[in-house]
């Protein structure tokens, strides 16, 4: 059975810095598509950022987060990882990673095959 596993979540202040890790298992890592998503309360959950399974690691970012947060994984640990640099107070949210074999669905939507349990990001002012 497919799990994912976020970590690395906490409370910062504004500007300071973190990293998120999401470990994969019971799935073929190296073959899905990952991404991040959050939640901030009574909001949609929304995409962050994703990186393609292919060798050329393609990434993709939410507007709101280009430029100050970057994703990337490791195959051989079956983790992806999102460093989030420049922390705003609206960065605040529950923290998701998402798997699924097609690039599109996990940039796109919220209808990923697989999803983390989450974990909490707040950044104080």
């Known amino acids: 059975q497919a799990q994912l596993v976020e970590s690395g979540g906490g409370l910062v202040q504004t500007g300071e810095s973190l990293r998120l890790s999401c470990a994969g298992s019971?799935?073929?890592?190296?073959?899905?598509?990952m991404g991040w998503f959050r939640q901030a309360p009574g909001m949609e959950r929304e995409f962050v950022a994703a990186i393609s399974w292919t060798g050329l690691r393609i990434t993709y970012y939410a507007d709101s987060v280009k430029g100050r947060f970057i994703i990337s994984r490791d195959n051989a640990k079956s983790t992806v990882f999102l460093q989030m640099n420049s922390l705003k107070p609206e960065d605040t949210a529950v923290y998701y990673c998402?798997?699924?074999?097609?690039?599109?669905?996990?940039?796109?939507?919220?209808?990923?095959?697989?999803w983390g349990q989450g974990t909490q990001v707040t950044v104080s002012s």
């Open positions: 019971g799935l073929t890592f190296s073959h899905y598509a």
């Open positions: 998402a798997a699924d074999l097609d690039i599109g669905v996990v940039r796109s939507t919220t209808r990923s095959s697989y």
